[in-house]
């Protein structure tokens, strides 16, 4: 479980600099059903904001990640990759001063990676600012996305902004009706605790983390969950048909906790489906376990996740 490893030691890291509000995606399609071109669904003249590293002259972001489109949009032209295809993406340039690493791998202009296999794109590169003390200015790197079968993507050129700290302002009244005011920065600086399941904000007295609540209390432990998935090895093929499996059961219930937000009868059944899903996820982990497909220590985890998943849906359906 090397990618395991890699995610749970650099916590600390990636904490200071994940936002549970932000969490864009550039989401990966073609102009044509089964061809075409390839292409990024995001809106490029979005900043990618990177925040400073204690101690350090670095600043670094995880937003946004790659994703794949799932289903097609034909308002925008953009269809989804079939099952299997490998998609990776290659840096054509970047400036002295951004440095990327993927899948704990430093890439440089020329290098390719593989992003994974279609439908399981999702993947954060860390993209980092490194700045002389003092300055604050945007750098950019550009990139393309390629897949057999398809014409590359155009180049896209993403901007790394460097952001301060938040802060809030206190007032005080003082004896005799002076007052005085003071400035609290938050640390980390975007408040983010690192979990995708609580909404961080920078109040008067430093950074608050309330729990998500609604839809977004399942949704953001399934993205956890497929997060982790992203890293068992695929080591035979049964481990991909389980995995397959699991990515298929925890979109399913994704799209109708979604579904259900939109209410009445419609909403209703989506989110009975998406319960109905969650409720068998348990059963799939411990039979991937039992035949030595995915570990433990990871089963755990899933199971963890997959528990309060499918506790918060019933809640929502509860309210």
Request: include cysteine.
């Amino acid at each position: 479980m090397k990618r395991l490893r890699a995610i749970v030691t650099s916590v600390a890291m990636l904490a200071v600099a994940r936002s549970a509000l932000a969490h864009e995606h550039m989401y990966i399609a073609s102009t044509a059903a089964h061809g075409g071109t390839l292409a990024l669904s995001y809106d490029f003249t979005r900043a990618f904001p990177v925040v400073p590293l204690p101690g350090s002259s670095q600043y670094l972001g995880t937003d946004p990640a790659f994703n794949a489109l799932l289903t097609d949009d034909p308002a925008h032209g953009l269809h989804a990759l079939p099952k299997g295809t490998v998609v990776k993406w290659e840096i054509t340039a970047m400036d002295p001063e951004v440095s990327v690493v993927f899948n704990g791998k430093t890439m440089k202009v020329g290098s390719r990676a593989k992003i994974g296999r279609m439908p399981y794109l999702h993947q954060h590169p860390e993209w980092y600012l490194t700045l002389p003390a003092g300055v604050m200015a945007d750098h950019q790197l550009s990139f393309r996305v390629l897949a057999k079968g398809y014409q590359p993507s155009p180049v896209y050129t993403g901007t790394l902004h460097p952001e301060l700290p938040d802060s809030s302002t206190t007032t005080t009244t003082t004896p005799g009706g002076g007052s005085t005011t003071t400035t609290i920065a938050c640390v980390p600086p975007t408040c983010d605790d690192g979990d995708e399941c609580t909404v961080d904000t920078c109040q008067a007295d430093g950074c608050h983390h309330d729990d998500a609540v609604d839809a977004l209390a399942v949704t953001c432990r399934l993205d956890a969950f497929s997060a982790l998935l992203d890293g068992v090895p695929q080591t035979s093929l049964g481990v991909r048909r389980t995995l397959a499996k699991l990515y298929r059961m925890v979109g399913a219930a994704q799209r109708g906790i979604t579904k259900s937000t939109g209410g009445g009868a419609a909403g209703a059944r989506a989110l009975k489906q998406a319960q109905a899903k969650l409720s068998r996820l348990v059963d799939v982990i411990d039979g991937a376990v039992k035949r030595n497909q995915i570990s433990t220590t990871t089963a755990d985890v899933l199971r963890t996740l997959a528990s309060a998943a499918y506790d918060k849906a019933v809640l929502l359906g509860s309210g």
